[in-house]
């Protein structure tokens, strides 16, 4: 596979930190479905919203980020209507919008609604999903079937926004998980990209995979490897400009 950059690793190294440093900035995200799980973690410091409510709001957010961003935001914007803008109220209610309408591209109302009963049961006996695992997550929560090959970018995506910590995009409001355990969001934007830098020679699409360009990145970011996910996105902001 031919690399974006026939530079030496040194040099790639430094651009992938150059790049990391500039997108790891909110000014970028403005239109991104992070917006909603942060806009109730904001809220937790008056006293307006509880870290279930992000939790939730991540969740959601995250299994709808697919397709276009503005689309992304849209109909995010219309599950949270939905939710009188009180996650956790609405979880823990129990009278959820079940029908077969499309909430966001192939996801229907029905699909929400079996997240949010899978959501209330585990509220029902748990305070945070923190300690879930992502093949908990992917199985308690999603209801999707087991799968140990599988690369799970949402869910990796959502956990690096509620555990990194640094203060500038993701939210730190886990405080008990380390970024040090976090796996880059995998999906074919991001395979092709890392790919053509040189950070994977693997084909498939998969954890192995994910595991691979992780660790690539620990390399660079030893404390904080998902940092690498905001390089990858900026070089296809710069890129996408030529």
């Known amino acids: 596979m031919r690399n974006y950059y026939e530079k030496p690793m040194e040099l790639l190294k430094d651009q992938l930190i150059g790049w990391a440093e500039k997108y790891n900035d909110p000014v970028y995200f403005q239109e991104d479905p992070i917006i909603f799980p942060r806009h109730f973690a904001e809220n937790m410091t008056g006293g307006g919203s509880v870290l279930a409510d992000v939790e939730i ?7 709808l980020a697919w397709g276009r961003r503005s689309m992304i935001v849209r109909d995010c914007g219309r599950a949270f209507d939905e939710m009188d803008w009180r996650p956790y109220d609405y979880v823990m209610n129990g009278e959820y919008r079940d029908d077969d309408s499309s909430l966001h591209r192939t996801v229907k109302w029905s699909e929400f609604a079996g997240i949010c009963r899978r959501l209330k049961e585990i509220y029902s006996h748990m305070d945070s999903i923190e300690t879930l695992t992502v093949p908990q997550i992917r199985t308690m929560i999603y209801g999707r079937k087991e799968d140990p090959k599988a690369p799970d970018k949402k869910i990796n995506m959502m956990r ?68 690498g996910d905001f390089a990858l996105f900026g070089y296809g902001i710069d890129h996408s400009n030529k």
């Not at 709001?57 to 995250?62: G, N, V």
């Not at 990194?164 to 976090?182: E, I, N, P």
């Open 57 to 63: 709001a991540a969740i959601i957010a995250a299994h």
């Open 160 to 227: 690096r926004w509620m555990v990194r910590d640094d203060g500038r995009v993701d939210l730190g409001v886990w405080k008990h998980s380390d970024k040090r355990d976090l796996l880059i969001p995998l999906d074919v934007h991001v395979y092709d990209t890392a790919a053509g830098l040189g950070l994977t020679s693997r084909k498939q699409k998969d954890i192995t995979t994910v595991r691979e360009i992780t660790d690539a990145f620990r390399e660079i970011f030893p404390d904080d490897p998902c940092k």
